[in-house]
């Protein structure tokens, strides 16, 4: 059952998307994000979603992959919706509950649950094209060297990229990890899939233990690896994979900006 | 009995990764006996004895104990697991309890016992393994590695199964510590004449001094079954599937070699040992 646990569900693929540069396409994301956050008029989302679809379609990454990103979306998507749906004010009533009239829906209700929907579901696609076209690892590196220039006010940038880098290399071994202890109590009669919620909350306790106790021998035999191989944090360490932008980064740039400035105008324009 | 008929089993089936790790076994393993498995890193031991006692469900095939096929779908598992006893490579590592009493007890506690009936199995199984009784009310985390190895032997010994399997049982001990547990293995064996004992093992001295039987693993293949002497009779066949047989064995094949006469069918030290120091005596004599 923990198997199935992907973080970094990076696909490989030689994309448009694959080859550009991950620190432009972090900050091309947050870009993406932040215009989401910009427009409310149906012709603008249009346009966003004309733009959303042509992005997954560059990356050539199986629509299929995305989707089940939004999967565990679902309830969150529903509960929004109807929230907004019933909650907001508005002068056009399209239709009122028959046993209780304070339940009703506005026509403005509807713009707005229809675009919050959207906009989760994007801000779902947006980072889902990103971290699906870059590796992990990459990613890292990215937002290392983004957050290189705040080092000035103090912040661990390469501290916290290899930290995360630690973190995902050390998920499959955990899961691991975590199946073979499962095991091992099974084999003793534990139960770890009938009884109620408390029961099988107390049934985690033979499997919680020994992979706290694992993880933290893990960690304690990598830092001591570290050290032995005079590792001493980010100062003056060079990389094996340089990241170096191409004029392919710049065009995505460009498109982006232009795109961004389309949709405000158009947005200002209805 | 265990009977194992045309067992496979492939990790991440119809994933790109497949791999088949057990390739059409078939075996059987009478009551009583002590079987070594033995076979190169990545033969498949580890997961074929997941299968004895449906931790891991056959991709195909089948497995009978005492005539009960444990992999049809409606198989009791619980019964299963209590009458086949599984020792993880180092167990040490799923201890989990405050103290050591409450860790045996956790087998035996799950199987709904008495009070009165997992306090005679605690101790009973704390006594197989040498455990002195004044461990008991310590925490496991305070023990040392040997002893926290035999308080995991312990927790499946409670349960009190009639097959006992061992995956590495010595490893990561030091020499003191593996002939404890190899000792204790064959006490508890010769105790219960009925009690089928099987373990997994990388050293053929293991093997020779303290199994009866050897069921070879090759590529996820069965490559030999038989006992000690007609297993390590095949040494250059052995050593073609990375393993190979005692020091003491190819010491003498290779005095044969060179022209002294003495039986080739020598496994342990203490055997050699005796026929050595009368081949000395006659030598004398001449
Ligand atoms: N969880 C898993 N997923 C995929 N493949 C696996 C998994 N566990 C084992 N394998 C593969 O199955 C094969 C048999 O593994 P197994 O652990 O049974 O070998 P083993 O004989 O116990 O080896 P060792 O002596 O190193 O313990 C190996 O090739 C291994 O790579
Ligand atoms: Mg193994």
New binding site residues.
């Given amino acids: 059952m923990f198997?199935d646990i992907t973080i970094g569900q990076y696909v490989e693929g030689n994309s448009f998307i694959h080859k550009m540069d991950a620190r432009v396409k972090i900050l091309l994301s947050l870009f993406y994000i932040i215009i989401l956050f910009l427009i409310s008029s149906p012709v603008a989302y249009a346009v966003f979603t004309a733009f959303t679809l042509f992005l997954v379609y560059l990356s050539k990454v199986p629509p299929k992959f995305i989707l089940r990103g939004l999967k565990p979306m679902m309830y969150i998507l529903v509960f929004t919706a109807v929230l907004n749906l019933f909650m907001t004010q508005g002068s056009t009533v399209l239709w009122v509950c028959p046993f209780w009239s304070t339940l009703k829906i506005t026509k403005e209700g509807l713009t707005t649950a229809v675009l919050m929907i959207l906009r989760l579901v994007y801000l779902v696609i947006g980072t889902s094209v990103l971290t699906l076209t870059t590796s992990p690892l990459m990613l890292t590196d990215g937002i290392e060297k983004i957050l290189k220039p705040f080092e000035i006010i103090k912040v661990p940038s390469h501290e916290i990229a290899m930290m995360m880098t630690i973190a995902i290399r050390f998920i499959p071994t955990l899961s691991?990890e975590t199946?073979k202890i499962m095991k091992a109590q099974m084999a003793r009669g534990a139960d770890f899939e009938s009884g109620n919620v408390l029961k099988r909350a107390k049934a985690m306790i033979p499997l919680l233990v020994p992979l706290f106790i694992s993880a933290f021998r893990r960690a304690d035999d990598l830092a001591v690896a570290m050290d032995s191989r005079c590792y001493h944090g980010g100062k003056n360490r060079t990389r094996m994979k340089q990241m170096k932008m191409t004029v392919r980064d710049l065009w995505a740039t460009l498109f982006m900006v232009g795109f961004a400035a389309a949709v405000i105008f158009i947005q200002k324009l209805m | 009995m265990i009977k194992v008929s045309d067992l496979t089993y492939v990790?991440?089936q119809g994933m790109p990764?497949e791999?088949?790790?057990?390739d059409s076994l078939s075996f059987e393993i009478p009551d009583g006996d002590f079987t070594a498995i033995i076979?190169?890193?990545?033969?498949?031991?580890?997961?074929?004895i997941?299968h004895l006692n449906a931790l891991v469900r056959p991709t195909s095939g089948k497995i009978e104990i005492d005539g009960v096929d444990i992999t049809a779908p409606n198989a009791d598992l619980r019964t299963v697991r209590k009458n086949v006893g599984l020792v993880f490579?180092y167990p040490e590592h799923q201890l989990f309890e405050e103290t050591v009493y409450k860790d045996i007890a956790f087998g035996p506690t799950n199987m709904g016992l008495s009070e009165s009936e997992i306090r005679n199995r605690v101790y009973e199984a704390a006594g197989f393994v040498g455990l002195p009784l004044e461990l008991l009310e310590k925490s496991p985390f305070e023990l040392s590695g040997g002893q926290k190895r035999r308080v995991a032997i312990a927790g499946v010994l409670s349960m009190q199964p009639k097959v006992l399997i061992l995956?590495?049982p010595t490893a990561g001990l030091d020499p003191k510590g593996r002939d404890e547990i190899l000792d204790q293995l064959v006490r508890l064996h010769a105790e219960n004449e009925k009690m089928t004992i099987i373990f997994?093992s990388?050293s053929m001295e293991d093997v020779a001094r303290i199994a009866k039987d050897i069921l070879v693993?090759n590529k996820?293949r069965l490559a030999m079954q038989g006992s000690v002497a007609e297993v390590f009779a095949h040494s250059s066949e052995l050593r073609e599937m990375g393993l190979n047989v005692p020091q003491i064995t190819e010491l003498t094949h290779r005095l044969i070699a060179d022209g002294v006469d003495i039986r080739p069918d020598v496994y342990t030290v203490k055997f050699a040992a005796e026929l050595y120091a009368e081949l000395l005596k006659e030598a004398e004599n001449v």
């Fill in positions: 198997k691991e199946e | 990790y991440q990764y791999k088949t790790a057990l076979g190169h890193t990545g033969s498949g031991k580890s997961t074929l997941q490579q995956d590495e997994v990388h693993m996820g």
